[in-house]
């Protein structure tokens, strides 16, 4: 992380220096000279070895339903993601008719199924318990 004019600049994150805007990945992308030039210094947040960073009154209980919403988000992510990396062959398809190619077109139809699958799975825990069995079970 790195700091300038004591504001802490997270990977990842734009940020507004004068009045340019800086994208996302400008942290990424560019040398220890750009970042001299512009300011900025290395920063590392100060270590608690006193306990946790939160307090118990923070801790708020959280439902059934919303743990599920969690589970399934996590289960499902890397079948989202393939679909996501293969969106630009149906948005082709139906923006210039150019046919989905039929590998894609595979893997996008198993990738439904499996989340499918999940949902349903996860849908039909009654309690924390079964839930947690099916966050834990390997793909």
């Not at 970042?35 to 100060?46: H, N, T, V, W």
């Not at 139906?94 to 989905?100: K, N, R, S």
Request: aromatic share 8%; glycine share 4%.
């Amino acid at each position: 992380m790195f700091k300038v004019n004591g504001k802490v600049l997270v990977p990842g994150s734009s940020f507004i220096l004068g009045d340019i805007k800086y994208p996302p990945n400008w942290l990424d992308l560019s040398s220890m000279e750009d970042r001299d030039r512009l300011g900025l210094s290395k920063y590392s947040p100060p270590i608690n070895n006193e306990g946790p960073v939160f307090h118990m009154s923070d801790v708020k209980e959280v439902s059934l339903e919303e743990e599920k919403l969690f589970v399934c988000f996590r289960k499902t992510r890397k079948w989202v993601r393939s679909l996501s990396a293969t969106d630009w062959a149906v948005v082709r398809a139906a923006e210039i008719g150019t046919p989905v190619p039929e590998a894609i077109a595979l893997e996008r139809a198993q990738a439904r199924s499996k989340i499918q699958q999940i949902q349903l799975l996860i849908e039909s825990a009654t309690d924390r318990e079964e839930l947690r069995t099916i966050f834990l079970e390997e793909e």
